[in-house]
């Protein structure tokens, strides 16, 4: 009784630290292939609609993204 007890709680933590990885790197993988946007791609976003955009429009993009994070 108190080895399956032990064996439990092993495998428990064994699938915590593995379900951890594998969390980590799809999390990583996901993150290379969209990456947050950045101010630049803001401005390359506003450019494309025809018009320049000041440095300040980009900031209020920016917090504005930031805000519905």
């Given amino acids: 009784m108190g ?3 032990l064996y439990l709680i092993i495998g428990i933590l064994i699938g915590l630290v593995i379900g951890f990885l594998i969390a980590r790197f799809m999390m990583k993988k996901g ?16 450019s494309s609609m ?7 429009q980009v900031r209020q ?8 994070k």
């Fill in 3 to 5: 080895q399956l007890i």
């Fill in 31 to 46: 993150l290379e292939k969209n990456p947050p946007i950045n101010e630049k791609m803001i401005e390359a976003m506003m």
């Fill in 50 to 56: 025809g018009r320049k955009p000041s440095q300040k």
């Fill in 61 to 68: 993009v920016m917090q504005q993204m930031n805000r519905y």
